[in-house]
């Protein structure tokens, strides 16, 4: 086979491959595709790498290179199509999910994931896009979306969950002064729902959610808001912090509560 032969036969095994691989491309899934086993295809994949028609993520997971882009380095169209790849089972959530909601007009880089798989560090760059990590058990991955970039579907948290969740870790809202306003639009919005807000929080378990949401929601809803009284027959023993961040020298013993003297939200401050 003549060296022009060859070359239009990868070219076209290439095109084939990035026809029906989509963007992201890993080494099984190319070898479904091309046929042939994981190490071969694997060395074809590093092979076209070198050749610049691929950009490499990490071992074993590729992109590909426009014709006209002029570097292997290329910026991901969407980098949430690299989430499954990079960290499923996984679903965007936090600050990223309440970006999708238009719960907050605020824009955050770092893409927020929940990942059931161990999390050696939280913050971590792949090709150049920031992630921020959190550790998820697959029991709380629960109160998702499937949505669909290009071919590749994704599992964003649906709005009740994205609030459930920044109140269990108030870092993954980007601190509890953006969590406080992601909930008051979440009130004043159609994906409002007191139920489905109380199931989701018992079905994660985590106690200060309900001191968080009670003392925040009161501030909002009122304290006659059936909701209120849903979250006081809720409360756990013991207290917690409104942001585990920031120090809580004052205790708001009826939701136990620490919250600091200078709060960065306005409240009001009823024992």
């Known amino acids: 086979m003549s060296e022009g032969t060859r070359s239009s036969r990868s070219r076209e095994r290439l095109g084939k491959l990035v026809r029906e ?15 042939g086993d994981n190490g071969e ?40 199509v690299l989430v499954p790849e990079l960290f499923g089972p996984a679903y965007i959530g936090g600050w990223s999910a309440a970006e999708h909601w238009d719960l907050t007009e605020q824009i955050f880089r770092d893409i927020c994931v929940f990942s059931a798989r161990p999390v050696p560090k939280r913050n971590t760059v792949i090709h150049n896009i920031p992630f921020v990590v959190t550790h998820a058990p697959t029991e709380q991955h629960f109160g998702t979306k499937s949505i669909w970039k290009k071919e590749t579907k994704i599992l964003v948290s649906d709005p009740v969950k994205t609030i459930v969740d920044m109140l269990a870790n108030p870092w993954t809202g980007g601190g509890i002064q953006h969590v406080t306003d992601c909930l008051n639009e979440f009130f004043k919005s159609t994906h409002f729902n007191p139920d489905r807000l109380v199931e989701y929080a018992d079905r994660l378990g985590n106690g200060a959610v309900f001191k968080r949401l009670g003392f925040l ?16 027959s809720r409360l756990s023993k013991g207290n917690a912090q409104l942001d585990p961040s920031l120090k809580g020298n004052r205790l708001i013993t009826r939701w136990r509560l620490f919250v600091p003297a200078k709060l960065p939200i306005e409240t009001r401050m009823a024992e």
């Open 41 to 80: 295809i694997a060395k074809t994949l590093a092979r076209w790498c070198s050749q610049g028609w691929l950009s490499r993520i990490k071992r074993g997971v590729y992109v590909s290179v426009p014709v006209e882009a002029t570097s292997t380095d290329r910026a991901i169209e969407d980098a949430w």
């Open 21 to 35: 691989g989509g963007e992201v491309l890993t080494v099984s899934g190319a070898a479904r595709i091309l046929g």
């Open 217 to 232: 929601a009161s501030q909002n809803l009122g304290e006659s808001h059936p909701l209120i009284d849903a979250c006081k």
